[in-house]
């Protein structure tokens, strides 16, 4: 196992070709995640952003190339051999056990190797970020509005113990002030220094947040550099075809 040093990205994409099938949607992207730094990932619906996340996180094997965390190959590693490297993924959709409570959920999301009072700080770390999930703890996830749903699906970057989180469309469908409370919870995860890549369809909040930002247009980085480096209008207009600020 390679050593991670302190320039050694915490996730690295060299030269990833992956798709479905005999359907390639990612040809040749390479992508380094600094530790500690937030990455947006730009692009037009069907450029393969949620195509890389799922790659990055093993649900899809590249046909070419590499995948790498803190330097250690593991381009054909289980996604739980990656999620106890440290990587965790936020998919689209409020992925949660309905007919279970919020207590319950939480619970489910610590790993297995965190344990004993490990875990129960990681459920306290959980309820202080989202108060309203502490004041749920019984209901049934299922019950809860979507914007809570939400919360409680973000709540496995707070148990797990993340150094890089990918997070899908967290904002998808969501009230504003909700979204204000989503974008706080991740930049908290962001002041710990645990690296994230968003994938975001409000794209004025995603570049806010931002160290660095990567434009993926037909499944190839079109454009990589420091989010003050490219103008967030021309983005819109360009690339993703929207008003600035709104959802694509």
Same mark, same amino acid.
């Given at each position: 196992?390679?050593?991670?040093?302190?320039?050694?990205? =915490?996730?690295?994409?060299?030269?990833? $070709?992956?798709? %479905?099938?005999?359907?390639?949607?990612?040809?040749?992207?390479?992508?380094?995640?600094?530790?500690?730094?937030?990455? +947006?990932?730009?692009?037009?619906?069907?450029?393969?952003?949620?195509?890389?996340?799922?790659?990055?996180?093993?649900?899809?094997?590249?046909?070419?190339?590499?995948?790498?965390?803190?330097?250690?190959?593991?381009?054909?590693?289980?996604?739980?051999?990656?999620?106890?490297?440290?990587?965790?993924?936020?998919?689209?959709?409020?992925?949660?056990?309905?007919?279970?409570?919020?207590?319950?959920?939480?619970?489910?999301?610590?790993?297995?190797?965190?344990?004993?009072?490990?875990? $129960?700080?990681?459920? $306290?770390?959980?309820?202080?970020?989202?108060?309203?999930?502490?004041?749920?703890?019984?209901?049934? +996830?299922?019950?809860?509005?979507?914007?809570?749903?939400?919360?409680?699906?973000?709540?496995?970057?707070?148990?797990?113990?993340?150094?890089?989180?990918?997070?899908?469309?967290?904002?998808?469908?969501?009230?504003?002030?909700?979204?204000?409370?989503?974008?706080?919870?991740?930049?908290?995860?962001?002041?710990?220094?645990? +690296?994230?890549?968003? =994938?975001?369809? %409000?794209?004025?909040?995603?570049?806010?947040?931002?160290?660095?930002?990567?434009?993926?247009?037909?499944?190839?980085?079109?454009?990589?550099?420091?989010?003050?480096?490219?103008?967030?209008?021309?983005?819109?207009?360009? %690339?993703?075809?929207? $008003?600035?600020?709104?959802?694509?």
């Amino acid at each position: 196992m390679t050593t991670p040093t302190q320039e050694e990205p =915490v996730l690295r994409l060299a030269g990833v $070709e992956a798709g %479905y099938g005999k359907a390639t949607v990612l040809r040749d992207v390479s992508l380094d995640v600094p530790p500690g730094t937030v990455v +947006a990932l730009l692009g037009p619906n069907g450029g393969g952003k949620t195509t890389l996340l799922r790659t990055a996180a093993g649900l899809i094997t590249p046909s070419a190339g590499l995948v790498s965390i803190d330097g250690a190959d593991q381009t054909r590693s289980a996604p739980s051999q990656r999620a106890r490297r440290g990587l965790c993924l936020i998919p689209e959709g409020r992925g949660v056990f309905r007919s279970l409570t919020v207590r319950e959920n939480i619970r489910l999301q610590v790993p297995p190797w965190v344990r004993g009072q490990a875990a $129960e700080e990681a459920v $306290e770390r959980t309820v202080a970020t989202f108060p309203v999930l502490g004041k749920r703890l019984g209901q049934t +996830a299922g019950t809860l509005s979507g914007g809570q749903q939400q919360m409680l699906a973000l709540s496995r970057a707070f148990v797990s113990g993340p150094r890089v989180v990918l997070l899908d469309e967290v904002s998808m469908g969501l009230a504003p002030l909700v979204i204000d409370e989503i974008f706080a919870a991740l930049r908290l995860l962001a002041d710990h220094g645990i +690296a994230l890549v968003l =994938v975001e369809q %409000y794209v004025h909040r995603a570049m806010a947040m931002a160290d660095h930002v990567v434009l993926l247009v037909r499944g190839r980085v079109s454009w990589s550099g420091p989010a003050d480096g490219i103008d967030e209008e021309r983005i819109t207009r360009e %690339y993703l075809g929207t $008003e600035v600020g709104g959802p694509r």
